[in-house]
């Protein structure tokens, strides 16, 4: 600690003693002050302030300086107070999304790396997976996920566990935690405590992981019971009425593209797919930001009567189209049923080509129950059924 002037202390105290209402710059600069006489009772405060402030910020540079200085306030907080390791995390936490955005990933990696090493990992878990380290990523999700002691199976943990895992080409593996995720999701169903539309899409899902793995009859099975949970849908709808499920949807949907898409490394990082992709991210704002460029290979493989390639950049827009808006209810089905659409008529037009289709076809299906329109996302998924089973 330096020489302490006793009249900006004495100020400082004054300011936060008085009875008008400071703004949040003038706080910081109090605690900033009285941090250095009482570092026990102004530190925590300091860096709550502070990261209200990056918070409130716009500007990535001034985010980085007042995370950086939030994490340094952290770490001079005494190792017996309370709240010290929670305060740390969030000012990390805060710190490496700032290092992140601007693109200096080895340092922001560290950061956390930190949290990891504090008992939050998740995030590391996520920044590995963005550089396309799969298997590391995947061990620290079965460490979440056999530690956390919670009841009740997880279905952002599991599917971002079996999404690493495959990504890894562990594939056995993927499947076993999924199905471990389908089992827990099919008793609930059961119960009438999640909605049988998020059943049918883990039910596909499990479906699309199996074919890819080369366990046909496996997939044939899943996409059988997802058939007749469509078809009860179709019949009677939910049992219950559920609040916006959608994130559910778009996770799975975004998941099913990743690989048509290029490689992840350190220096090309992707989304972390499998996880919530509606969080805002370097990563997710960079995957958006590929959507100019894909519309306009679309128009020339349009242009250049190249059905193939078009379906599948026009199903990899769709899924950029889902991560950006797609968890949003406000007219759902009239904003995205032209993407689904569009793709299954682009399909129809390959008749030697009908894995293309039943892809097309399920796609919309899934759409068609994400939009609680249930009879025509029956149809549709028995068409696709019947194709991949005459195969």
Known sequence: MGMINHDAVLRARVLLLGSGRLGLLEQVDAYRVLAEVSPRAYLPKLVDALLLMSYRSRVPEVDLALTTEAVAAARRIEAGVPTRSERLCRALDAYQRALFALGRRAEGRAACEEMAAAGQNGRLATALAEEGRFREAAELNEEAARSSGA????FWTMVEWAANLEGAGLHDAASAVFRELLDDTRRKAAEQRTALAIFTWELVHL????????HGAD????????????????????????????????????????????????????????????????????????????????AALREAGRLPQLVDVRRRISIR???????????????????????????????????????????????????????????????????????
């Open 151 to 154: 009841s009740e199976v997880s």
């Open 207 to 214: 479906s699309r992981m199996r074919e890819t793995a080369g």
């Open 219 to 298: 997939a044939a099975a899943a996409r059988q019971e997802a058939l007749t949970v469509l078809e009860e849908l179709a019949t009677e709808g939910e049992p219950k009425n559920w609040s916006c499920i959608l994130g559910w949807w778009v996770t799975l949907f975004a998941l099913s593209g990743r690989g048509a898409e290029p490689a992840a490394s350190a220096g090309a990082p992707m989304p972390p797919f499998g996880t919530d992709l509606d969080r805002v991210s370097a990563t997710r704002d960079t995957f958006l930001g590929t959507l100019p460029a894909l519309e306009a290979e679309a």
């Open 321 to 391: 189209e889902a991560v950006r808006e797609g968890t949003h209810p406000y007219r759902f089905a009239d904003r995205f049923k032209p993407h689904f659409d569009e793709g299954v008529a682009l399909a129809r037009r390959l008749p030697d080509d009908p894995a293309r289709l039943a892809r097309a076809l399920t796609d919309r299906s899934m759409f068609f129950a994400a939009a609680r329109t249930f009879e025509p996302a029956y149809a549709d998924f028995a068409e696709a059924v019947a194709l991949l089973d005459a195969r």
